[in-house]
């Protein structure tokens, strides 16, 4: 990815975190917090260009202040994701009541996230679809979605990293739940079609599926003797 493009995307992550408007000398300071190193010309250049590409709404307040927030009609899914993520906020305040769970619940919480996370990945690729125009939407919405659900993955893998009896019991765990989902999938039982007999193999049928007799019964009419 090109240093330009990695500008964009921390500023656009940075006003998606926020889901607010940032004043410009707000969000230049918060930037070089997080050790994004960037001057306030270079941060007006790629603010211009993420505003130019409809991704950000700039309103001017007055003669000194301006603000920058998402333009969230062109990110539906991800606007999705947030409230998604709230929730998750809600239910899980943080790291130690996740941890708290048991190791089968966190489990099955991780494996919702990844089903969630490939779902909105998957909307984000149709976008495409319909909108051809917008195709940078994705590569900035992938790296929104994967940074927002993360966090439940890492956390697992540490409580798998605690003992190899924990990391047994996540692969046998996975393991099954991925083999329901395949009997489900992709091994329903299909009743096989019933092969044709020799007594009617060749025996014309009506568009219900009956036989067809009556050229049958006509031809035995005509080649009785008379």
Excluded at 8 to 13: A, G, V, W
Excluded at 29 to 34: E, F, G, I
């Amino acid at each position: 990815m090109e240093k330009s493009d990695q500008y964009c995307e921390r500023i656009f992550t940075l006003l998606v975190a926020s889901n607010n408007k940032i004043r410009f000398n707000e969000l230049h300071k918060t930037l070089n917090t997080l050790d994004v190193k960037i001057s306030k010309p270079t941060l007006i250049q790629h603010l211009h260009h993420l505003h130019a590409k409809g991704f950000i709404l700039r309103k001017k307040e007055n003669k000194q202040n301006v603000t920058y927030q998402v333009n969230w009609k062109k990110f539906e899914q991800l606007k999705e994701a947030l409230e998604f993520k709230k929730v998750i906020a809600h239910n899980l305040e943080n790291e130690k009541i996740f941890k708290s769970m048991s190791f089968e619940d966190q489990i099955v919480f991780v494996t919702g996230i990844l089903t969630m996370e490939q779902i909105l990945n998957l909307q984000l690729y149709i976008n495409d679809i319909l909108e051809p125009k917008s195709k940078a939407l994705h590569n900035l919405g992938f790296l929104l979605i994967h940074r927002l659900y993360d966090n439940y993955r890492r956390w697992l893998l540490d409580t798998c990293r605690q003992s190899r009896e924990n990391s047994q019991r996540a692969f046998d765990l996975l393991n099954k739940t991925r083999e329901d989902y395949q009997n489900l999938l992709f091994e329903r039982s299909v009743k096989p079609a019933r092969a044709p007999t020799k007594n009617n193999h060749d025996v014309p049928r009506n568009p219900d599926g009956t036989q067809s007799v009556r050229k049958t019964e006509q031809q035995n009419t005509d080649e009785t003797p008379q």
